[in-house]
Structures are given as C-alpha cells and as structure tokens.
C-alpha cells in the first residue's frame, strides 16, 4: 500500500483520483481550498500546509481553471487582459511550482515515486493550431517548463522519481462544461483509471517528458 497526495480534491479529476486511490488500499492525502483552505495560489498556504507532511509515493497536482472571476478564455489575443493572464499564471503556473518548491521533502530518495501535474494538450506549443485561449495556454506551457526544469534537478537528488506532466484528455466535469460542444469527454472516473495506468507504467527514465491519459507523448 502507497501513499498518495492529491491536491485540489474537490474538483470533478482531483476527486475521482483520489477516491480511485482509496478504493486501491493507498493511504490517501486530500486537499483542496474549499474544504482544507489549501490555496495554491498562497506562498504560505502551500508552506502550511505540505511541510508537515511525510513523504508520498504518487502526488497528483489537480488544480486549474479555465474561468478565473469571471474572464473567459481568449477567442483572440486582441481580447489579452493583464489581470485574466495573471490570474492564469498564478494558479496554473506558479501554483505548481510553490508545490515542486516541496518536492524534494515529499518524496522518497529510497524508492520509485510519481510527482505529476495536470496540465493541458493547448498547453503544448508544438500542437496549437488553432490559436485562442492566449492565456490559458502560456500558463499551461510554462507549468510545462517548470516541471520539466524540477525534474531534472529531482532526477540528482530522487534518482528513482517520476516528475511528468500529464494530459486528462477531455473529461465531463464542471471545469470544462461550458466549453465542450460537440468534444467527446468521459467521466472523471474514467479519467481517473486511465491516468493512474499511465502513472503506474512510468518508469524513471522518462521522468520530465509531457504524456496524454493513453500514455502517448505530448509535443511541448
């Protein structure tokens, strides 16, 4: 039986994760703003509250939005606001990396452990074709960086540490209903099993690469 944190388990994939986790006999960890006052967001919130705890085997960073106090997602980057794109950053950029700030106390140097966090394919440079969503998309691509950035110097210290970012696929939760038209999406339980198998078949050498929920690799 492992351990595993989730964080932002309130949400439609955080939740799902980490009921999928308990029904697997893992100890689990939850915590989210609504119902632990964790803000990613809050320097001192995240210190609060990870640095008291004992390492994990698997940490799933689950938190993100598309609407942030009202400001939809960009159709143009002539609709690009200051305050939308720091609000973007704040909570899918830097959120992240006040929690990989932790890494290194939050998981084990004597085992294989799994640090992921939930990004976005319009996160990747490589595959945007159709534009839009400016915002959305430049705090998605440097969350990508700055794992990536984390998981090389993690791979000095945790030799045996998985650090990647993870694509859900389009998933049916209150996150994305608004903006799923004619998109197929599966359920946040389907979401979940489908990314807890790409996370159990990671091996440490592919540590810092961007993988989708079928385990395919993602361009940055």
């Not at 106390?105 to 074709?129: C, E, K, Q, Y």
């Not at 839009?132 to 440097?142: C, E, H, L, P, Q």
């Not at 650090?163 to 799923?180: E, N, R």
Request: charged fraction near 20%.
């Amino acid at each position: 039986m492992g351990r595993t944190l989730i964080l932002g388990a309130s949400g439609g994939i955080g939740g799902a994760l980490a009921k999928a986790c308990a029904a697997r006999g893992e100890d689990v960890t939850a915590l989210s703003r609504s119902q632990d006052g964790f803000d990613i967001t809050d320097e001192n919130s995240v210190a609060r509250h990870l640095a008291p705890l004992a390492p994990f085997d698997r940490i799933v960073v689950a938190t993100g939005a598309l609407e942030i106090s009202g400001a939809e997602p960009e159709k143009t980057v002539k609709a690009t606001r200051a305050k939308a794109m720091a609000d973007q950053f704040a909570l899918n950029a830097i959120g992240p990396a006040l929690v990989l700030s932790h890494a290194h106390t939050l998981l084990p140097r004597d085992r294989r452990a799994v640090f992921t966090v939930l990004t976005a394919r319009v996160g990747s440079i490589g595959d945007n074709r159709l534009g839009g969503w400016v915002s959305y998309r430049a705090a998605k691509a440097a969350a990508n960086q700055i794992l990536r950035t984390a998981s090389i110097e993690l791979a000095r210290s945790h030799r045996q540490a998985v650090c990647i970012a993870l694509h859900p696929g389009t998933v049916a939760t209150d996150f994305t209903a608004k903006y799923l038209g004619r998109h197929p999406a599966v359920p946040p339980e389907d979401a979940a099993q489908n990314l807890l198998a790409v996370m159990d078949a990671l091996t440490p050498d592919k540590t810092g690469h961007f993988f989708d929920w079928a385990g395919k690799p993602v361009p940055w």
